[in-house]
């Protein structure tokens, strides 16, 4: 299986490709057009900030490339919140694909304290990318803004106020969390990523 991360300015690829090889992947890392359309699965990962990450995408061309994709696509962090219409996050139009917006966590109490960094429960509304889940599983966020919940939402976590953890539109995943570093049932997520037909 030929399985393509994107390349851009964004950090967390190298523990994306680590994941992957623990899954007995050898992914190709890169931003060439011809790769990433041939290949048979693209991850779009992201840790960073979302008006330079979005200029970086279009002057690269990469913008039109992504929301042009056929196969499954899944998006991990920032890359979940570029896929989405328009971010607070430098107040910036992004990809599009999910009809929907980024926000600001607005801390609320005291208690509440942004960003919102460490382990969350998920609760899996979507059986795609959650096959055998079937309670609340532990996994890893860092993230200062969130997508409300929508049409899209695959999975819910409540940190301030309930929240798109995962979302899902045709061959596009999503996941606000990092499943390359939330140990077994991240592992297990990737894994049924890897395993998708459509």
């Keep these: 299986m030929k399985v393509a991360i994107i390349k851009y300015n964004a950090g967390n690829i190298f523990s994306?490709?680590?994941a992957l090889?623990?899954?007995?992947?050898?992914?190709?890392?890169?931003?060439?057009k011809e790769t990433i359309l041939s290949a048979d699965k693209v991850i779009f990962p992201g840790v960073g900030e979302a008006k330079t990450t979005m200029e970086y995408l279009q002057?690269?061309?990469?913008?039109?490339?992504?929301?042009?994709?056929?196969q499954p696509v899944l998006g991990i962090c920032l890359g979940m919140q570029l896929m989405c219409r328009h971010s607070e996050e430098g107040n910036v139009p992004c990809?599009?694909?999910?009809?929907?917006?980024?926000k600001r966590f607005c801390p609320e109490r005291h208690e509440d304290k942004v960003p919102h960094m460490g382990w969350n429960t998920i609760r899996c509304k979507d059986r795609a990318l959650f096959q055998g889940f079937?309670?609340?599983?532990?996994?890893?966020?860092?993230?200062?803004?969130y997508v409300p919940l929508n049409g899209f939402t695959a999975a819910?976590?409540?940190?301030?106020?309930?929240?798109?953890?995962?979302?899902?539109?045709?061959?596009?995943?999503?996941?606000?969390?990092?499943?390359?570093?939330?140990?077994?049932?991240?592992?297990?997520?990737?894994?049924?990523?890897?395993?998708?037909?459509?």
Excluded: C, M, W
């Design 16 to 18: 994306v490709d680590y």
């Design 21 to 32: 090889r623990r899954l007995g992947i050898e992914p190709i890392v890169t931003a060439d």
């Design 59 to 70: 002057a690269n061309r990469l913008d039109r490339l992504i929301v042009s994709l056929k």
């Design 95 to 102: 990809l599009g694909i999910f009809d929907t917006d980024v």
């Design 134 to 145: 079937d309670k609340e599983e532990f996994v890893y966020f860092v993230h200062s803004f």
């Design 156 to 198: 819910q976590t409540d940190y301030i106020l309930p929240f798109s953890s995962a979302l899902h539109k045709d061959n596009f995943y999503a996941t606000q969390f990092h499943p390359e570093k939330s140990g077994k049932t991240g592992e297990r997520i990737l894994q049924n990523f890897l395993n998708l037909t459509h």
